[in-house]
């Protein structure tokens, strides 16, 4: 496995502990998640494992179209207790860490985002996995922690995919424009050489919305914050008012684009 691979490979196994050991805590499967209303303890970990159960099906079968169904086995616990989803969730992570170990990150298949690679779904489950173990802490009143460069490539997934998005998530769409520009900047990851944080710049054009060369000097709204601030902004986990970031620019433009960038 290359050593991107690796790195994904590594951190998906580490997020999937840090979500087994809060379940092992004795957690209450009923409690709310904010960060997915509607959704309880019990479906943020259901999901969590399904997806690393789902992905792994994927990529043992190399796809090379779009599946038509998401059916797998799911084995779920007989018991709804955290102990038992604990034991479940850990079994899907394991499940994943031998799929990865098996599988060529470099193997052309079918993903539905920039990367037609296997390695798109080791990054894509990773960051499914970061998200949702943070969820999971925030839902039980605990301080969730990002590591600071995990949290960029995350940031990094998560735009460099959103274009392609629509099939599932329609109204990512509406995000084209007449060429407006937003600057994602985060202040504690410095750009090796340059002395300043790590930059996303999108462009909203009328055929195609996508990043640009973050060179690019002058842009309608920016962003500022932590790595790991702007991962959980850009999911929809905390809000621009939380004083956490440095706004500036076209407000009208940043409200279209937090309305419709949710996937």
């Known amino acids: 496995m290359t050593a991107f691979g690796e790195a994904h490979a590594g951190a998906v196994a580490a997020e999937s502990r840090r979500f087994v050991a809060i379940l092992e805590e004795g957690a209450d499967l009923s409690t709310p998640?904010?960060?997915?209303?509607?959704?309880?303890?019990?479906?943020?970990?259901?999901?969590?494992?399904?997806?690393?159960?789902?992905?792994?099906v994927l990529l043992r079968t190399n796809v090379q179209e779009a599946p038509t169904t998401r059916a797998v086995d799911l084995d779920l616990p007989e018991r709804e207790d955290s102990y038992a989803y604990a034991a479940w969730l850990a079994a899907g992570a394991d499940l994943a860490a031998r799929t990865f170990a098996e599988v060529d990150p470099d193997a052309t298949m079918w993903t539905w985002g920039a990367d037609p690679h296997a390695r798109f779904w080791v990054r894509r489950m990773l960051h499914e996995t970061l998200v949702h173990r943070v969820?999971?802490?925030?839902?039980?009143?605990?301080?969730?922690v990002i590591d600071p460069a995990l949290a960029a490539d995350g940031v990094d997934e998560f735009l460099v995919n959103l274009p392609f998005a629509?099939?599932?998530?329609?109204?990512v769409a509406r995000l084209r424009g007449q060429g407006e520009t937003i600057r994602f900047r985060a202040t504690d990851q410095q750009e090796q050489g340059r002395g300043r944080?790590?930059?996303?710049?999108?462009?909203?054009?009328?055929?195609?919305?996508?990043?640009?060369?973050?060179?690019q000097q002058s842009v309608d709204a920016s962003v500022h914050g932590s790595?790991?601030?702007?991962?959980?902004?850009?999911?929809?986990?905390?809000?621009?008012?939380?004083?956490?970031?440095?706004?500036?620019?076209?407000?009208?433009?940043?409200?279209?684009?937090?309305?419709?960038s949710a996937f």
């Open 166 to 171: 629509t099939p599932f998530a329609p109204g």
């Open 135 to 144: 969820d999971a802490e925030a839902a039980l009143g605990l301080r969730p």
């Open 33 to 56: 998640v904010p960060g997915c209303p509607g959704w309880t303890l019990l479906d943020l970990v259901r999901h969590t494992g399904s997806v690393h159960r789902w992905f792994s």
């Open 227 to 260: 790595a790991a601030d702007l991962l959980l902004l850009l999911y929809g986990r905390l809000g621009r008012d939380s004083g956490a970031f440095e706004v500036a620019g076209d407000t009208g433009l940043l409200d279209r684009w937090f309305a419709h």
């Open 197 to 215: 944080g790590r930059d996303w710049v999108v462009r909203l054009s009328a055929d195609r919305f996508g990043l640009v060369d973050r060179e």
